[in-house]
């Protein structure tokens, strides 16, 4: 039987919150529309100082949060900066970061926000140089380790221990093409994949290497353990690669305005253990995309061994109670089985074939060959 209290038939869509504020005597209120300023007619820049008037409607907001709304060029991080540096005045005072504005104050801004540039600084790190000339190096990178420091980070502390801190200490020189966070740096891995990486150590061969990457005349090939069997021997994925739109910081293929991106699986080995079914690949891209192996193995349903970001499990079981004695109830792997694995191209100085190999570090040697022995280890963490 209906509630009494049920709306009548036709109108059950509708809301009935104002009803229902109303006869709790609160007041139903919205929050307060603050125009966006047209510079040419609500502000006026002199000298490089931009001279607001605070809407009426911003009494009762913080500084930084009626900025960041009335100014859509100027994040509220942004503003937060140019506050904090003594860069904006209310009422010809320095602002103070969690100000309130009563409307109607004039408000100064100079400038633009300066942050604090990171520079790349050299440290003593070891490094597993391959080939090295004048013109550039070859390193084998280990998993753990990132490429250099993000360019919108403000820690310092995250500008320490990258590829870029170890190349400034061991090598004489390096490209400033990619500027002063960046230098030498031609091409990427992800922080937790291994292998080869082409470093530039002048401008000239820099650019050169780069024009080399976009027209797909440097050949890349990595060695990849994955989740399952592999129906074929070989596949190759065309899918394009975008951003997640809900997970920023993953990849998919599952967008239409995608990237294109290219990659060509072959498989090795294929393996049966008491953990299940894994099949050994060799992977040649010609397409650099961000994560482009792990989201198109991913999107095969035989994700990277490891890779939790693209739905690895982070700890791999028996399959049954009945396997052999001896084994450990689960195993795991601390990286992502991804190896960047050879790399040929022709020299961009020199015009010489340049063929060069990186061996699988030992934790996935190690890891590998457990597998197929039957007596996989409890965790294989990284050595790097």
Known sequence: MPSKNMLPKGHRRRTVRPEYVASR??????????????????????????????????????????????????SRARVQMLIEAGQVRVNGNLAKPKQKLVGGEPIEIEGAPRPEPLHAVPEDIPLDILFEDKYLAVVNKPAGMMVHAGSGSTDDARNRGTLVNALLFHLNALSEVGGDLRPGIVHRLDKQTSGIILVAKDDSTHRKLGEMFSRRQVAKTYIALVHGKLAKDNVTVTLPIARDLLRRIRMTTRRADGRSAVSHIKVLERIVSPYGLFTLVEVRIETGRTHQIRVHM???????????????PHHIHL??????????????????????????????????????????????????????????????????
Do not use: C, W
């Open 298 to 312: 991913q999107s095969l349903g035989h994700p990277v061994v490891g890779d939790h970001l693209y739905g690895a």
């Open 319 to 384: 399959l049954h109670d009945t396997s052999p004695p001896g084994l450990e109830p689960e195993i795991s792997l601390e990286r992502n089985f991804l190896h960047a694995a050879h790399l040929s191209f022709a020299h961009p100085q020199t015009a010489k074939p340049m063929d060069l190999d990186a061996p699988l570090p030992v934790e996935l040697e190690s890891f590998l060959n457990a597998l197929r022995n039957g007596k996989p280890l409890n965790s294989v963490e990284s050595t790097a």
């Open 25 to 74: 005597g609160v007041e139903e209120t919205t929050p307060p529309v603050i125009p966006v300023l047209e510079l040419e007619d609500d502000a006026d820049v002199t000298d490089g100082i931009r001279h607001i008037i605070a809407d009426p409607a911003a009494a009762g907001l913080r500084l930084d949060q009626y900025l960041a709304q009335a100014i859509p060029d100027i």
